[in-house]
């Protein structure tokens, strides 16, 4: 069961209904499981957002989760200053295909489905500073359900699994590192990113929230020096329905790539490998 509110980061109603709903989703994907049914939980300021507003929000919801297979089967509404909107999601997965984020082991390799960037880009959208293609991207992949994360709870040798979210990549390689008592090496060179992101970085357009996210676990981080602080918060940049990281064993790796490439993923990369804990090391080396 998952329970997720968005507020929104573009300017069209029924986009901002359909990222917050394959946001919600995503939970259910990033452990596994499929998604059975939503209900919404919205607040609109009722007097100041007009009714085909409100409409085209639900409407985004619903198409995202007829896309998922499931019914958008009602909701519940109040009065609020600020538009918020959000699903209730039930899932369904068989105990034995539960992924957790604390499950990597030793010898496996990271693989990241989708592209780092959605942080910078809205930023760069609120400036008015993104173009056309890069703007076409960003709603690409913020709008694209995590739907191989239903696929890959059922495969061998995928040993963890999460989605990668407001805490950015570098937060979740935290959190899985701590949760199994391992460390994560990552080869930057192989972690995809939306074309236009570095661009913007070098502008100085970066969200506040990659810059808090650096704050709260940069002490856990160590970069290669050639990286600059600017290409450094790439790492922490906050996502939303951001892509899934998993834990996979080496053997089922490539083939997983190719069949996640077919399924139109086509950014997904191997991103980097799991080590032995060593208390004299940073638990994640960015390369």
């Not at 992924?99 to 390799?109: I, L, M, Q, Y």
């Not at 780092?116 to 690409?140: C, D, H, P, Q, T």
């Not at 190719?258 to 004299?280: A, P, Q």
């Amino acid at each position: 069961f998952t329970n997720d509110f968005f507020t929104s980061i573009v300017d069209d109603p029924y986009l901002f209904g359909q990222i917050a709903a394959a946001n919600s989703i995503s939970d259910v994907y990033a452990m596994g499981g499929s998604p059975l049914m939503a209900t919404a939980i919205a607040g609109f300021p009722v007097n100041e957002l007009s009714m085909s507003d409100r409409q085209a929000i639900t409407t985004g919801g619903v198409d995202v989760c007829r896309e998922a297979g499931i019914p958008l089967a009602g909701g519940h509404t109040i009065d609020n200053p600020q538009p918020i909107f959000g699903l209730a999601v039930v899932g369904l997965v068989h105990p034995k295909h539960i992924k957790t984020n604390s499950g990597a082991k030793v010898g496996d390799v990271l693989i990241l489905t989708k592209p780092l960037g959605i942080g910078v880009m809205a930023s760069a959208f609120k400036l008015n500073v993104i173009s056309k293609k890069g703007y076409r991207e960003f709603i690409k992949n913020i709008t694209m359900l995590n739907k191989p994360g239903a696929w890959l709870g059922q495969q061998p040798g995928v040993n963890a699994m999460t989605d990668i979210t407001g805490f950015g990549l570098a937060g979740h390689l935290v959190d899985m590192a701590k949760g199994a008592h391992v460390e994560f090496e990552v080869d930057t060179t192989n972690v995809p990113l939306m074309e236009e992101v570095e661009s913007h970085i070098v502008e100085g357009i970066v969200p506040n929230g990659a810059y808090r996210n650096m704050n709260a676990y940069g002490q856990d981080l160590k970069f290669a020096d050639k990286w600059d602080s600017d290409h450094q918060l790439i790492f922490s940049d906050p996502q939303t329905n951001g892509g899934l990281l998993v834990s996979v064993d080496p053997r089922y790796a490539e083939q997983y790539v190719s069949d996640l490439n077919e399924m139109g993923y086509n950014k997904v990369c191997i991103i980097g490998r799991v080590k032995s804990y060593n208390k004299n090391n940073p638990m994640i080396s960015f390369l």
